[in-house]
């Protein structure tokens, strides 16, 4: 490779020998990616040789689409270098992944109202640009918190909140947009009468109880779940056991045929939010496939059960 007689380069050489414009090297100094060596006589920069191989580095990570700051600190670092990278490059594949997530909602909402009747078009459109790309579920969450027990221990209403707000998934189905949007819409519907919102025995319940009370029926809830996914009808058994001791632990009665009888009436007659969970299906279901038991539908198997129980009685 020619040089000067200083064995230097001037801007124009170090950009022919990198096979890119003098306006990109240009642009890498005036950032203080690639710093000249001296200036001539005349005042034009002037490169060592080296600058070639970072010069060929910052345009590499460029071309992985990492930003200006990123590829400063790893041109500049020296020692822990290959750590740095690892770093830089792991943002970058969590920021694309980020992207391309929103990108295929985006399309799947496209392609929801596309696909709609006319008729059908403008409501559909109001109901899924109400969504951010990729969407939010806050809404989901905030509606539980408002309905939860105030006094609920922190831990314990994660713990909820984590088996009641469904994550979205990643590449989703027109359909699975449709059935966020509607679940968005429903939690931030206002509620009208004068029906409570809440069972009695979680409206009752102080910081113990609620404790206790959710553990208990998340329990009963995955017992139920391996029954319910080979399509057994509703029966007794170690699932309504659990269910069924959780509700007297939290009201400190005994578990007797008495009580599971008040039992049945008063959860017959709780508020339900079966459209909620009906919607969870649908939003974590593939199309097509048969949907995993929710904490609603295994409620509802387990209130059955009781019913079946109590009929032999």
């Known amino acids: 490779m020619s040089s000067g007689s200083d064995g230097l380069w001037s801007i124009g050489e170090l950009a022919e020998h990198a096979g890119t414009t003098v306006k990109t090297v240009r642009f890498y100094s005036d950032n203080g990616l690639l710093p000249e060596r001296s200036?001539?006589?005349?005042?034009?920069?002037?490169?060592?040789?080296?600058?070639?191989?970072?010069?060929?580095?910052?345009?590499?990570?460029?071309?992985?689409?990492?930003?200006?700051?990123?590829?400063?600190r790893i041109v500049e670092e020296r020692?822990?270098?290959?750590?740095?990278?690892?770093d830089a490059v792991a943002g970058q594949l969590r920021t694309l992944g980020s992207q391309l997530t929103a990108l295929r909602?985006?399309?799947?909402?496209?392609?929801?109202?596309?696909?709609?009747?006319?008729?059908?078009?403008?409501?559909?459109?109001?109901?899924?640009?109400?969504?951010?790309?990729?969407?939010?579920?806050?809404?989901l969450a905030r509606f539980w918190r408002a309905w939860l027990p105030p006094r609920m221990p922190s831990g314990a209403r994660a713990d909820f909140l984590a088996a009641a707000v469904p994550q979205p998934p990643d590449a989703p189905a027109p359909e699975q947009v449709l059935a966020l949007a509607r679940l968005c819409a429903l939690v931030s519907r206002p509620?009208?009468?004068?029906?409570?919102?809440?069972p009695a025995a979680h409206r009752a319940a102080g910081a113990r109880e609620s404790t206790v009370?959710?553990?208990?029926?998340?329990?009963?809830?995955?017992?139920?779940?391996?029954?319910?996914?080979?399509?057994a009808d509703p029966a007794p058994g170690e699932a309504l056991d659990c269910f069924v001791a959780t509700y007297a632990t939290v009201t400190g009665l005994r578990d007797t045929p008495e009580f599971r009888r008040g039992l049945a009436g008063q959860l017959a007659n709780d508020p339900r939010l079966d459209?909620?969970?009906?919607?969870?299906?649908?939003?974590?279901?593939?199309?097509?496939?048969?949907?995993?038991?929710?904490p609603g539908t295994a409620h509802d198997w387990l209130l059955a059960a009781l019913d079946a129980e109590l009929a032999t009685l």
């Open 39 to 72: 200036r001539s006589t005349g005042g034009h920069r002037r490169y060592a040789p080296d600058a070639l191989d970072r010069l060929q580095l910052i345009r590499s990570l460029r071309g992985l689409g990492l930003p200006v700051p990123e590829v400063r």
């Open 79 to 86: 020692a822990g270098a290959q750590s740095v990278l690892e």
């Open 105 to 139: 909602w985006q399309e799947a909402a496209l392609r929801l109202v596309q696909e709609c009747a006319p008729r059908e078009r403008a409501k559909r459109l109001r109901l899924v640009g109400a969504l951010g790309t990729p969407p939010s579920t806050d809404p």
């Open 191 to 198: 509620c009208g009468g004068t029906e409570p919102t809440q």
């Open 213 to 231: 009370l959710y553990a208990g029926l998340a329990e009963a809830y995955a017992l139920a779940a391996p029954v319910m996914r080979k399509g």
């Open 275 to 294: 459209r909620y969970w009906d919607l969870v299906a649908d939003l974590t279901t593939t199309p097509g496939a048969v949907p995993d038991p929710t």
